[in-house]
């Protein structure tokens, strides 16, 4: 029987609730993926959701989940409405969310599955950490993933102005917003560096692993999905001038993947098959 879920509640950190979407087709094969957007991402962005056609029509299924401080609010599951939980997001949150999404889908009546988790981009740095301590994880796939959290932060004299302001602003040159990002997202860095380490992480995974990463990538240089191979011992599967969305723009109007992006499809459901 075919179970499909749009736009229903999780509960995430802090109580926040935050849609979800959960497609498990007829010919489930069983093996159920858990999709983790990144920064300034959610769960309908761009080609995400022909990526949940692709999997689903193969037999997988697919969850994906906007993390519960992303921006977006319980209204409205796309773009970002609510810069006030966007600006007290951490990193320990998105961490977070994962295990409360891993457990929320406990609570629904699913046939049996194995759970096999994609990470985009910082996404792809939360799916690491959270593959090393979450033992209901059996599989683990980077695409364009982040390989270290403190390199992302301001240093020097930048960090200082951030600390004296206790906040700071991105663009975002899609929506022209400024967001807002507290310094207690740093704080929270300090506070729990041990269990935020990137390379720590890969160390201890022992579960199956595979690192994608295009080699023009702008956003997240290849050097760190070189660095991510390393650590987890298994080769970097590298989609040549694919850019760190493979292709993929929001809004997405086609109705086929870019060619990149369905390579990488290709090659990760391959690998999820095989575990």
Known sequence: ME???????????NGRKSFFDLHIPENFNGKLVVFVHGYK?????????????????????????????NGANQIYAKDFPDLEAF??????????????FLNHLES?????????VIGHSRGGG?????????????????WAAICDIEKRFPTADKLKQWQQDGVRYELNTRTQQEMPIAYAMYEDFIAHQH???IQKACEQIK????IIHGSADDAVSIEEGKQLSDWLRVPLFEIPDANHTFGAVHPFTEYKLPADLKTVVKLTMDFIDNV
């Open 207 to 210: 579960i199956p692993r595979m």
């Open 126 to 142: 939360i799916v690491l950490l959270g593959a090393a301590e979450m033992s209901k994880i059996e599989s683990v796939t980077t």
């Open 108 to 116: 629904l009546s699913l046939p049996e599955y194995s759970i096999h």
């Open 3 to 13: 179970i499909r879920i749009e736009n229903e509640l999780y509960t995430g950190s």
């Open 195 to 197: 269990r935020l380490n």
């Open 87 to 100: 600006s007290k997001n951490t990193y320990t949150k998105e961490l977070d969310d994962l295990g409360f």
């Open 41 to 69: 991402g959610f769960k309908d962005w761009g080609a995400w959701n022909l990526v949940d056609f692709e999997f689903t029509f193969a037999g997988f299924g697919f969850a994906k989940f906007n993390l519960s401080h």
